[in-house]
């Protein structure tokens, strides 16, 4: 489930993966739900004990309510910096910060190990979820990390139904850069505004409206 590709601390990179035969790898609100808590939760270095009752305790009207002592906790021991993502039917998309030496590498290892088991376990499967190793592109400059943002936030806008209102897309962190950010310190959005408002010509939802950002390898 790994990549390797050599990361580094203070650096930022575009991490995606597919599932196997492009297969979804979300049937149900409910598996969107404890992929999303892992990637915010997993920054952590530290292990939480049984995941799904933490996971259950936290979950209300099919949101994420995460308590603000859990949410210090996190932050304060976290190895990466969960900057944006998106939660498509059959992959996903992260940007992500290295804070420490193998960060990235660990902090995937787990989200995929863990999620694979509960899918398999859910769904009475066997094997590999995803198709081969992660993808890891490291971010240029500044410019690549605005672009990569903006693509990843337009994602859903591929899906019925979404292609006029995309921004409102549960599965995305565009919501939360919208709107109020649902995951407090989990998220950093600063470091995406703070580098958008130094070209004032438009909003961010504009730029993302009408950014033409491909992706490195197709999925």
């Not at 650096?11 to 035969?21: A, C, F, L, P, S």
């Not at 308590?67 to 992500?96: T, Y």
């Not at 109020?180 to 600063?190: Q, Y």
């Amino acid at each position: 489930m790994q990549r390797k590709v050599k990361n580094a601390p203070g650096e930022y990179y575009h991490i995606y993966n597919r599932g196997m035969q492009k297969q979804p790898i979300f049937v149900t609100d409910g598996d969107r739900l404890r992929f999303l808590f892992l990637i915010l939760s997993f920054q952590s270095k530290k292990t939480i004990p049984n995941v799904s009752r933490t996971m259950k305790q936290l979950v209300q009207s099919r949101a994420l309510n995460i308590p603000k002592e859990f949410m210090e906790n996190i932050i304060k021991n976290r190895s990466v910096e969960l900057v944006s993502f998106c939660l498509m039917p059959n992959h996903f998309h992260l940007q992500l910060k290295e804070l420490e030496e193998g960060g990235i590498t660990n902090y995937m290892h787990r989200v995929l190990t863990a999620y694979t088991n509960y899918f398999n376990i859910k769904y009475k499967k066997s094997g590999h979820l995803f198709q081969g190793p992660y993808k890891s592109v490291w971010t240029v400059d500044d410019l690549q990390l605005i672009h990569t943002s903006a693509y990843i936030h337009k994602n859903p806008s591929e899906l019925v139904g979404w292609k006029e209102n995309y921004e409102q897309y549960p599965w995305s962190s565009l919501l939360d850069y919208l709107q109020g950010n649902r995951f407090g310190g989990l998220l950093v959005r600063d470091v995406i505004l703070d580098r958008y408002k130094k070209d004032e010509a438009m909003s961010y939802k504009e730029y993302v409206e009408t950014s033409t950002a491909k992706e490195e390898e197709p999925l």
